[in-house]
T-cell receptor, first 107, second 114 residues
């Protein structure tokens, strides 16, 4: 079992919809998590991190963490075509990344 | 502010040749990381440094790979001899002490070994 798992996608959503990206991790001792966005041919850029159970909101982005279920998610509200990218989940304390979910937002 | 600077951006070489990738971290950042990204395996941590000292090199795939950080503003990742399976994008990232592990990535070096 991989330490961080993500569905590779693509996840296709219409413009204006909510995109939901999911991530599971295997080490119950993991404490905190990153979400990175990577455009094709570019480097990853940090969107947000979360370390407490519950929700953390930043603009159109909401990260959700459930340590009991070992589950992290990223919600993108009012999705835009410019959100089309690969989204990487990472265990912050171990510096381990998932392979990413490709999101496509169509007009 | 200048970000993390990597060179070369693209490298095409033949199997058996030595490859050296270079990285200049963001000034003032205490941590430097080398990652490799492929479609199959995603982003893999190879090694990271704290204050120029290697902390964890368990991700370095084999002895053909070596990394150095002679000073706070420069690091190299060397592959000798290179093999086709080393073809990947190699990213360097840095982070500041007060926000350790929040990675600021360079643009990457795309390596193709023929």
């Amino acid at each position: 079992q991989k330490e961080v798992e993500q569905n590779s996608g693509p996840l296709s959503v219409p413009e204006g919809a909510i995109a939901s990206l999911n991530c599971t991790y295997s080490d119950r001792g993991s404490q905190s998590f990153f979400w990175y966005r990577q455009y094709s041919g570019k480097s990853p850029e940090l969107i947000m991190f979360i370390y407490s159970n519950g929700d953390k909101e930043d603009g159109r982005f909401t990260a959700q963490l459930n340590k009991a279920s070992q589950y992290v998610s990223l919600l993108i509200r009012d999705s835009q075509p410019s959100d089309s990218a690969t989204y990487l989940c990472a265990v912050r304390d171990k510096l381990i990344f998932g392979t990413g979910t490709r999101l496509q937002v169509f007009p | 502010d200048a970000g993390v600077i990597q060179s070369p951006r693209h490298e095409v070489t033949e199997m058996g040749q030595e490859v050296t990738l270079r990285c200049k971290p963001i000034s003032g950042h205490d941590y430097l990381f080398w990652y490799r990204q492929t479609m199959m395996r995603g982003l893999e941590l190879l090694i990271y440094f704290n204050n120029n000292v290697p902390i964890d090199d368990s991700g370095m795939p084999e002895d053909r790979f070596s990394a150095k950080m002679p000073n706070a503003s420069f690091s190299t990742l060397k592959i000798q001899p290179s093999e086709p399976r080393d073809s990947a994008v190699y990213f360097c990232a840095s982070s500041p002490r007060d926000r350790a592990r929040e990675l600021f990535f360079g643009e990457g070096s795309r390596l193709t070994v023929l």
